[in-house]
């Protein structure tokens, strides 16, 4: 519960010693020392302003950080700021850290790092997956982006275009991975929707409400993954659904297609359908087509693949996943689920077993697993 709520806490804490004078990184450093004085000390006895006991600790870890860097009349001038220790303000920085995070001297790739590691939370290693690349190279970026906002003055907020980006990378990591930060990523998209009127933010709003409608029926009671095709649509949350489809079609009639438009029409065909074997994938494979256009991601292209192979059959799909390279992330997993829908259960098999070992989370590792068994249990009754 502890961890919880440091991290619900975070965003806010580093807002305040920001708008406070603290320079992003300095920030972000005595944050994390006050996270790590948190985790030693709650256990015996949580304060009871947890975010005012925060600010006071990351601020003094601030001040003795600066002190060690600065001239003895600028140390002194600093302790006579320190703040009183109380109740911290109630204001929500979180959107405008992602925006400050963006700012115009870094790329948007080290943008989108620097914020999901230092607002989103994410570790390094959850970036690299989410960015294709080795753990080390990731953390390589992240600290050239810490010392390039170093000293920084904050006066410029980047664009929406990366924003949306660390949004959409929260989302995922929160839906899908070992931390749950989808729900923080649609509060703060539906804060974006409100201040911004673009279509692009309209469409990844309606991305994640489409996708997060699904949330409860994607694992069984034991805390498996259910594949989209075997979920109980009866417990799909039609409410978001409704709300979903509706910004998307407004979004649409603006004529200003983007990446996450396209693929909110994709989430929406797909909410659309009572059942999976309903599911209009020949129009599905054309959305994935907008998409590739717009993006030119492998990963599309791997999604793509599985779109044809339920459109216009296995051999079909297998051709389109030739084309890509196979060391994209579940990249074995597709072409074990098109083989076996071909009839190789042989291969198909051996496949979920090799997919299984590379796969990012232990629930999709044990439902890949599980697959394999299910096929070669099928080959040894034959």
């Known amino acids: 519960m502890n961890e919880v709520l440091l991290r619900s806490l975070t965003p806010s804490v580093l807002g305040i010693l920001v708008r406070r004078g603290a320079d992003f990184a300095a920030a972000e450093d005595a944050v994390q020392e006050a996270l790590v004085e948190a985790v030693r000390v709650w256990p015996a006895g949580r304060p009871r302003d947890p975010k005012g006991w925060l600010v006071t600790v990351a601020w003094r870890k601030f001040l003795d950080a600066t002190r ?28 405008q850290l992602y925006f400050l995070c963006a700012h115009p001297s870094l790329t948007p790739s080290s943008a989108v790092a620097l914020t999901l590691r230092a607002v989103g939370g994410l570790t390094t290693r959850q970036i690299a997956q989410a960015y294709l690349v080795p753990e080390a190279t990731m953390a390589q970026r992240i600290s050239r982006a810490k010392r390039t906002v170093s000293g920084v003055r904050f006066d410029r907020p980047g664009d929406v275009a990366t924003v949306l980006r660390v949004l959409y990378l929260v989302f995922n990591e929160g839906y899908s991975g070992d931390v749950d930060l989808a729900a923080e990523a649609i509060r703060l998209t539906r804060q974006l ?30 805390g498996s993954l ?17 709300e979903g489809v509706a910004i998307l079609q407004a979004a649409l009639a603006r004529d200003r297609l983007g990446e996450f438009q396209a693929q909110a029409a994709i989430a929406a065909l797909h909410a659309d359908a009572p059942t999976a074997e309903e599911t209009d994938w020949v129009q599905i494979v054309e959305w994935y087509d907008e998409l590739a256009r717009l993006t030119d991601s492998p990963v599309v292209r791997l999604n793509r693949a599985v779109a044809v192979g339920e459109a216009d059959g296995p051999r079909a799909g297998l051709a389109a996943l030739a084309a890509l390279d196979d060391s994209l992330p579940r990249h074995t997993a597709v072409s074990a689920y098109l083989h076996e829908r071909d009839g190789d259960l042989t291969t198909a098999a051996r496949l979920y077993a090799e997919a299984a070992q590379k796969a990012p989370n232990l629930a999709e590792r044990d439902h ?5 068994a299910r096929l070669n249990a099928r080959g040894m009754r034959r």
């Open 68 to 95: 060690a860097d600065t001239a003895r009349r600028r140390r002194e001038d600093l302790v006579d700021e320190e703040p009183v220790p109380g109740p911290a303000p109630a204001v929500d920085d979180t959107l």
């Open 193 to 222: 929707a409100a201040a911004i009127d673009h279509p692009e933010v309209a469409g990844l709003l309606a991305l994640m409400l489409l996708h997060h409608a699904r949330r409860a029926a994607r694992t069984a009671p034991d």
């Open 226 to 242: 259910v594949p989209l095709a075997e979920q109980d649509r009866s417990r799909w949350d039609t409410g978001a659904i409704a």
């Open 368 to 372: 890949l697993t599980r697959q394999a």
